[in-house]
Structures are given as C-alpha cells and as structure tokens.
C-alpha cells in the first residue's frame, strides 16, 4: 500500500489508535513499551524518532520518562492528534516533541523506536533510509507481530481490517526481519517476544 492510501486510511478517526488508551495504556501495552525501553539502553533526555508515530501510543510513553522525540507519519492529522494530547498532558518532566511527515536526512537521532509500522511498508526500503537519520551506535527498536503466528491472521479476519494495510505482515517474522536488518547494514540484531499474542520486539544498532 502507498504512503497516499495509508495516509487517507489513517486520517479516519476510527482507525487511529483510541485517545482513552492513550491516555491510560492497559497493562499489556505498558509491558510492550517497558520492553522496548529495556532494549534501548538509552539515558532519559536522549533524543528519539517514533517512525509511524500514529496518534502517539509510542511516543507518549516514552516523553513521559523524559525523552524528546521526533514523531515521524504520513498522517498528518493523526500527528496534529498527538500534539494535542502531548499539550493536555504533559508535565515539566515530560521531554519535547517534534512533529514531521517526512524522514530526516542528516544522523540526528541517538535512537529509533516505532510500533506496528514495519508491516505498514517496504522494510528493504526503509531500513537504510532509517539508517541515515541515527547518529553511530544508535538503537532501532520496533515492536512488530509476528507473521508466523497465525492468530494475528485470524484477529485481521474478525476485526475487518483491510488487507492492503496488513499484508506485508508476512514479511514481519524473525527470519525475514532478522535478514533485512542485517542487509542494511546493522548489528546486534536480536528479536525478544512478549506476552501470548507473541508480538516481538526487534533490536539493532548502527555501527557505521
């Protein structure tokens, strides 16, 4: 699917990650984000992009333990969403946020992080563009499902969701991401699961 089609899907409300659980994240996605905190190993004040930031159940999290971060989506109402709820929100301890619709293209990051967004494009595409915007050493963690679990199939069934957006999940499992990062020229990669839905947490660092 087109960045132009997933931009016009993601502008619907009703497909935008739901503002009360954005708000207040259930205990199983405050597990996944802790996760992806434990693997970036970064000090709070470091500066982070969530690429496919969405309405910002990533970046939320993470601003609210301190770090900046560079919010990165085609859709730019979901981004104005995140904003407003960033300035409902936040308190002096929060980090800033930044919005943009578009990639960087100068290594300004110390690290990486985005959720249910490697599915969303092409991962031998944008892997080396990423690569480009993470300062040496910097960390990409994304938190993706796993392709090989087959109740994410049966779950795209039952909540309707439109093939065009889900299909690259197939590509979305270790061997496979595992193969595209190393391609692109990382290292350290490691993938971890959590939880019984079997969601995985992707680890990978920039050594050049």
């Given at each position: 699917?087109?960045?132009?089609n997933?931009?016009?899907?993601?502008?619907?409300?009703?497909?935008?990650?739901?503002?009360?659980?954005?708000?207040?994240?259930?205990?199983?996605?405050?597990?996944?984000y802790q996760?992806?905190?434990?693997?970036?190993?970064?000090?709070?004040?470091?500066?982070?992009?969530?690429f496919g930031?969405?309405?910002?159940?990533?970046?939320?999290?993470?601003?609210?333990?301190?770090?900046?971060?560079?919010?990165?989506?085609?859709?730019?109402?979901?981004?104005?969403?995140?904003?407003?709820i960033?300035?409902q929100?936040?308190?002096?301890?929060?980090?800033?946020?930044?919005?943009?619709?578009?990639?960087?293209?100068?290594?300004?990051f110390?690290?990486?992080?985005?959720?249910?967004?490697?599915?969303?494009v092409?991962?031998?595409?944008?892997?080396?563009?990423?690569?480009?915007?993470v300062?040496?050493?910097?960390?990409?963690?994304?938190?993706?499902?796993?392709g090989?679990?087959?109740?994410?199939?049966i779950?795209?069934?039952?909540?309707?969701?439109?093939?065009?957006i889900?299909?690259n999940i197939?590509?979305?499992?270790p061997l496979?991401?595992t193969c595209?990062?190393?391609?692109?020229g990382?290292?350290?990669?490691?993938?971890?699961?959590?939880?019984?839905?079997t969601?995985?947490?992707?680890h990978?660092i920039?050594k050049?």
């Amino acid at each position: 699917m087109d960045s132009k089609n997933q931009k016009l899907y993601f502008d619907k409300q009703n497909n935008r990650y739901k503002i009360g659980l954005l708000k207040h994240p259930p205990k199983r996605q405050l597990l996944e984000y802790q996760q992806m905190k434990t693997e970036l190993k970064l000090p709070i004040g470091s500066k982070l992009m969530d690429f496919g930031s969405g309405n910002g159940r990533v970046a939320l999290y993470f601003l609210g333990r301190g770090y900046h971060v560079h919010a990165v989506d085609v859709s730019k109402t979901s981004l104005l969403e995140l904003t407003k709820i960033y300035k409902q929100i936040k308190t002096s301890s929060w980090g800033v946020l930044t919005t943009s619709t578009t990639l960087p293209t100068t290594p300004v990051f110390d690290g990486i992080v985005g959720a249910d967004i490697l599915h969303h494009v092409d991962i031998h595409t944008i892997l080396p563009q990423l690569k480009k915007t993470v300062k040496k050493n910097g960390v990409l963690v994304f938190s993706e499902p796993n392709g090989w679990n087959p109740l994410w199939y049966i779950y795209i069934f039952l909540k309707r969701l439109p093939w065009s957006i889900e299909k690259n999940i197939i590509y979305t499992n270790p061997l496979q991401i595992t193969c595209a990062f190393q391609r692109s020229g990382y290292t350290d990669i490691h993938i971890k699961n959590i939880y019984f839905f079997t969601r995985m947490v992707i680890h990978g660092i920039n050594k050049e």
